[in-house]
């Protein structure tokens, strides 16, 4: 590891004036899960180390008007064991236990989650977001894309969003807050991550001098959610491919539906194929198998990963029968 300069703020103000404003010059560190593993293995080097485990005003649940609002320093921990999760947002909960052994939860915070870096094994080996050979052909198309993008793969971006909790989140229509130089400004989860379409840019709408402070899930609706992960084995893993569904009823029929797969595209993938499939239709087997079908619908997958395509139909319409069923209802008790 390079030698770095470390800093530890105690609050959001003094965070941001010592962050930098380009990518290779400062760092954020949470729970470290992620970074420290990425500056082991020189794929990145910060000049300076941002610690800010120290910002008080980062951490705890809060349930009001807004819904419930999530400090980014919240450890996955702490959001697995919460009754209010559990309580309102059972498929989030849900997923936040899938997303990590017992320990990585005690250690990895929701920002740090949101904000991780691709798990491709070529960025994770130094050869960046959109990898490509001398000759300038792309290296993932050309070697190993067992586990590499089915959908929003039309540019050289062809790494997999890697948070198992953002689909959920996204499903129960999450918003993110950030701070930066000129104060807070909130996005919509699922528009905070976007495709890069060179090296130069990043997969996460956020600047260098910018940092998560808050994720708030609107109050709970009297909706039907769940969360559905296909893995290698049972023991925990990296999904191959995970969907997260919200079912909004007219008695027996779908209302409005919200789909996304996790996995399957450079950013969480909300298929608007998929929710149409479902809207003003009786959730059974054949209208789960027929939205299944649509969520893939313009899959273009790789030389060695077309397997994800049938997972990810599979994955779509389990979770779409699991949420009819009731498996993970929200809102109040």
């Known amino acids: 590891m390079r030698a770095f300069e470390y800093t530890s703020p105690t609050t959001r103000q003094q965070a941001v004036e010592l962050l930098a404003g380009s990518w ?9 899960t992620d970074l420290l593993s ?3 293995d020189d794929v990145v080097a910060p000049k300076r180390v941002v610690n800010i485990k120290d910002i008080r005003e980062l951490h705890g649940v809060r349930f009001g008007p807004r819904g419930m609002q999530i400090g980014a320093l919240t450890s996955l921990g702490e959001l697995a064991d919460h009754p209010l999760v559990r309580q309102h947002y059972p498929a989030f909960g849900d997923a936040v236990v899938e997303a990590a052994s017992q320990q990585i939860r005690n250690m990895a915070t929701l920002g740090g989650n949101i904000c991780q870096r691709p798990r491709c094994w070529y ?13 300038g052909k792309s290296l993932v198309e050309e070697g190993d894309n067992r586990y590499h993008a089915i959908l929003g793969n039309d540019g050289a971006a062809l790494f997999v969003s890697p948070s198992s909790i953002v689909p959920a989140m996204i499903a129960y229509g999450a918003r993110i807050r950030i701070a930066g130089p000129k104060g807070a400004r909130e996005v919509a989860l699922e528009k905070f991550f976007v495709i890069p379409r060179t090296e130069s840019e990043r ?5 260098p ?10 109050p709970p609706a009297a909706g039907r959610y ?14 191959l491919v995970l969907a997260a569904v919200a079912l909004q009823m007219n008695g027996n029929t779908v209302r409005s539906a919200k789909v996304v797969m996790g996995y399957v595209a450079p950013v969480p993938w909300v298929s608007e194929e998929a929710a149409q499939a479902l809207v003003g239709k009786t959730v059974t087997e054949q209208t789960a ?4 079908e649509a969520a893939v619908s313009q899959a273009k997958p790789l030389s060695r990963n077309r397997y994800k395509v049938q997972l990810a139909r599979v994955a779509v319409k389990r979770a779409i029968l ?3 069923q009731g498996k993970a209802e929200g809102g109040a008790a």
């Open 226 to 239: 769940a969360h559905y992960e296909v893995r290698q084995k049972e023991s925990f893993d990296w999904p």
């Open 289 to 292: 198998q027929a939205a299944g």
């Open 38 to 40: 990425l500056m082991k």
């Open 322 to 324: 699991q949420a009819a």
């Open 123 to 135: 960025f994770r080996s130094g050869f960046g977001l959109t990898p490509k050979t001398p000759e």
């Open 24 to 32: 290779d010059q400062s760092a954020v560190l949470a729970g470290g």
């Open 203 to 207: 997969e996460h709408d956020l600047r």
């Open 209 to 218: 001098n910018e940092i998560v402070t808050d994720v708030f899930l609107p």
